[in-house]
């Protein structure tokens, strides 16, 4: 056992405890959230040092976030759809890689935010990833029918395994990385040889639709791998042995996620109930129910330092301190920032703010804001699209020639980035109600409004771009 391992064993356990004592007061409450996507977030998973969130939402975006400042660190677009899973890559370089409801799978340069390889080969969603123990491989399973391994330093598949499924929804690496598990319609856990291609015995583990695994540690010959079902049933196994421990049919709804701590001693269950349960491993004991997401929960992923990540229905994802009462995040309950508060708001003004609490994440709103995921919105109202110094616009944006008038921002919100801007860095967020965006853009042009002396960055419409005339 390494030292990082038996620290991880011994915070896991102390976490336990802490854990069993913070239960006698009821229900463990969330220490923060972090919310910047524009709709359901469908995938999260956390750095091997703890350090860093990735997740991925139905609004396109993948983010990675800081997790001690609870703050994205880089929003990037790539994928034409949803996206459905999220996964790091073990390394020394910060990498990770996507999978989306356009069928891609996407391996990122986190740092950089860039694309290293698109890799292409679902006809239909792909909806699940693992990456193995070694991070040379990725394997996706898909709404086509398939599971794919793909080499993560050339991009290409090593391996299609066909099924008769006409979806899979689940997708592990077992066995030191020498196996690929997947659940399929019929209940059946399906086993691939990573190193020939054959297909192995598979194992009939539930008697309906496997909708999630999870594998205790990939990377041992032995361990314990969990399943999950829409019959609401859940249960463990060993492995290689393919001994059932434990059989568990105790949620309201139909289970959609799981997740294993760390030390392979505590399982996390999440479904369409909106509640997180744990349970013990490897007896399957009640240990604790998480409540707070309004909706179905998504993913889950343990992190160090004893917490859980959670990600659902309502836009959010939720940080849990498995101590209990713990704040987690630097300000309190929440990484937003607080919306500014001008003088004399009028009541849609007030309204507007409420609707501009998910923008403040990614946007500054004074002239000496830095920019962050994007670019100040100081002086936005009358200004040329994609002219902000020192923002790395996408080419799909810069020389639009698109002005920011109120009506144009309107249309943006009510038609989305994908039509307004096609190509461009915007994640999709859309707004429907039509006084909802009204109040918005009121809040907009409040907040932002330039005061006198101090410039606008970027070309405004009235002026000459830059080196053509006076600045604005």
Known sequence: MTAGRALSRLGAALARVLLAAALCAGALPAAAALLGHGGPVQAVDVSADGRHALTGGFDYTVILWDLESQVPVRILTGHDGGVSAVRFVPGSTLRGVSAGDDGDVILWDLHAGRILHRMKGHALRAVELAVSPDGRLAASAGWDGTVRVWDLETGTARHVFETRANRINTVAFAGGGTQVLAGDEAGQLLVWSVGTGEAMRPLRVHDFVVNALDVADPAAASTTVATASVDRTMRLWSWPAREELVSIELHDAAVLALAISDDGTLLASSGADGAIRLWSIPDGRPAGTLTGHAGAVFALAFAPGGRLLSAGRDESVRVWSLAGGTEIAPAGATNIPAPETVADMTEAEKRGQWEFRKCRICHSITAEGENRAGPTLYGIVGRVAGTVPGYDYSPALTGTGIVWTPDMIARLFADGPDRVTP??????????????????????????????????????????????????
């Open 423 to 472: 190509g461009s860095k915007m994640p999709l967020q859309k707004l429907s109600s039509p006084q909802a965006r009204d109040d918005l853009i009121a809040y907009i042009e409040k907040v932002t409004a330039p005061k006198p002396g101090v410039p606008v960055p970027g070309q405004m419409a009235d002026a000459p771009p830059a080196g053509q005339g006076a600045k604005q």
